[in-house]
Nanobody, 115 residues
Framework: VQLQASGGGLVQAGGSLRLSCAAP???????????LGWYRQAPGKQRELVAA???????NYADSVKGRFTISRDNSRKKVYLQMNNLKPEDTAVYYCNTDPPGQWGQGTQVTVSS
């Protein structure tokens, strides 16, 4: 399964971005029960899970993004979102969406936060 992330860009510190992720047709029939996550990988670092949302919309966040990032999902549209507020330079990374635990990786989206 490859979910495709979009919505990245260049933003100044303190700014906001909203990332979107669309499920491919191959999983739309099983999308709703899935736990979905947003991951990121900064240069020279391992990929990390930053936020996850279950089918019941229970959420979990990495300590580094708590209070700033919000994950949500729209089961009718088969999409998952990541609202990122008060962005910091250390949030700069390629962001990916995937199931939790992750399957095959799809295309990520670059987020760059300037100081």
């Amino acid at each position: 399964v490859q979910l495709q992330a979009s919505g990245g860009g260049l933003v100044q510190a303190g700014g906001s971005l909203r990332l979107s992720c669309a499920a491919p047709r191959s999983i739309t029939s099983v999308f709703n029960p899935l736990t979905l996550g947003w991951y990121r990988q900064a240069p020279g670092k391992q990929r990390e899970l930053v936020a996850a949302i279950t089918s019941a919309r229970s959420t979990n966040y990495a300590d580094s993004v708590k209070g700033r990032f919000t994950i949500s999902r729209d089961n009718s549209r088969k999409k998952v979102y990541l609202q990122m507020n008060n962005l910091k330079p250390e949030d700069t990374a390629v962001y990916y969406c995937n199931t939790d635990p992750p399957g095959q990786w799809g295309q990520g989206t670059q987020v760059t936060v300037s100081s």
